[in-house]
């Protein structure tokens, strides 16, 4: 009996030394086999086709440590992976049975699941029903009749719904599966691949190190006594490998709040439109923290939580309550830095299903290039692009902040 124990203790020990070191190399990694494992465990049913069961439990705000690719936490997602075709290479095809939401904003994406990249989609303005109202969307490979079809050599499917700023807790939309045939596919034929875009050393290094040369521009901006040393970079959705939204456009600010410090962010928003709207203006804005090694998020703020149309400020630091109450008494929104091992990441969101986005609005972040691991950072800053539209931030010692002292940018 003790020697079973030593046993079980031993094996014990193994997995945690081996997850703490996993967790060291590739944070971003463990929380996707992670969240993989809890969807895999939380799967029900699958006969006769139905697939409803296998969809993902909804990633809000209850469980956005435990998410990779950076949620939104004032959104509600829901994931399946699906087997593109049977063990001969006869392809499925599925049909998803979903309601209009009642939500700023709704929409259906298919992405390639063994690499993240965006297939296809629909979004509320495209879906041509009202909340409530019913949907039919046919998924597979290219043939007559498929509304989301996926190209030649996909062998592992993902649909994201995403419903931003729902109201109530509304069910999973029905999906049922079907052979070449036609026919149920018996068993759901659900997988869930890690995208290569996380399994890949050589794209993992990638973004260390764009990441460590933001860090290091930030460092020459504060030593030449710049007042506003963090600085924010475009990234469109088809470069983003994280299951990005097709209708967002990201700006993005790495920063290192700690030491004794705090970060102050100011952020101009631009006009929000109603969907269906020809006005200039976005249909959904947000700023949200996560972690540079995590992909995880840690909290975000909406656009019903800052002022549109005017310039939101916020302040990032530690959780303290009397930072909050600092923060809240300058008119600021506070952001918890979170248990995150390494540097920050600020990620402002700018939706809008229009091209171009915000109906052409010059705040649109949209207007500056695409950020490149090898392009100058000094062309790709924003800054450059949008003047005093970018938003922008600098580091003020938490001593003189809780003291009144510094200003935002």
């Not at 860090?215 to 030449?224: H, P, Q």
Request: proline share 8%; charged share 20%.
């Amino acid at each position: 009996m003790i020697t079973l124990l030593r046993r079980a203790i031993l094996v014990l020990a193994v997995v945690l030394a081996a997850g703490a070191i996993a967790y060291a190399w590739n944070p971003a990694l463990v929380l996707a086999a992670s969240f993989r494992a809890a969807w895999w465990i939380g799967t029900a049913g699958g006969e006769g086709g139905e697939c409803t069961g296998h969809w993902s439990p909804p990633i809000d705000a209850r469980m956005p440590y435990l998410v990779p690719f950076y949620p939104e936490t004032r959104a509600s997602y829901r994931v399946i992976g699906l087997a593109a075709a049977d063990d001969a290479g006869r392809p499925y095809t599925y049909r998803l049975d979903g309601i209009g939401r009642a939500a700023r904003y709704h929409s259906v994406h298919l992405y390639d699941g063994g690499s993240g990249d965006f297939i296809a989609g629909r979004s509320d303005e495209t879906l041509g029903v009202g909340a409530g109202e019913p949907f039919t969307l046919r998924i597979g490979a290219a043939q007559t009749g498929i509304d989301l079809a996926a190209p030649p050599g996909v062998t592992a499917l993902a649909l994201v719904e995403r419903i931003y700023l729902g109201e109530g807790d509304e069910a999973a939309p029905r999906l049922s599966a079907f052979d070449a045939d036609g026919a149920p596919a018996g068993d759901c034929p659900s997988v869930l691949p890690i995208p290569a875009s996380l399994r890949d050393p050589a794209r993992t290094a990638e973004r260390q190190r764009s990441f460590a040369r933001i860090a290091g521009r930030e460092s020459d901006l504060i030593g030449a006594g710049d007042a506003a040393p963090i600085r924010f970079y475009a990234l469109h959705a088809g470069s983003v490998p994280f299951f990005a939204n097709p209708d967002v456009v990201y700006g993005f600010a790495t920063l290192d709040p700690g030491d004794g410090r705090v970060a102050l962010v100011s952020v101009p928003l631009p006009p929000l439109r109603a969907a269906g709207s020809q006005m200039t203006g976005f249909r959904y804005l947000s700023a949200c923290l996560g972690g540079e090694r995590e992909t995880s998020t840690s909290a975000c703020l909406s656009d019903t939580e800052m002022p549109a149309g005017g310039v939101a400020k916020l302040v990032i630091g530690g959780d303290d309550e009397a930072l909050r109450a600092a923060a809240a008494a300058r008119g600021a929104a506070f952001l918890d830095t979170g248990w995150f091992t390494g540097r920050r990441v600020l990620i402002v969101r700018q939706l809008d299903t229009r091209n171009p986005p915000g109906g052409g609005d010059p705040a649109a972040y949209a207007v500056a290039p695409d950020f490149t691991a090898a392009a100058p950072l000094d062309a790709l800053d924003l800054s450059a692009h949008l003047g005093a539209a970018a938003p922008r931030g600098a580091y003020c010692a938490t001593a003189a902040f809780l003291s009144g002292g510094c200003v935002f940018p």
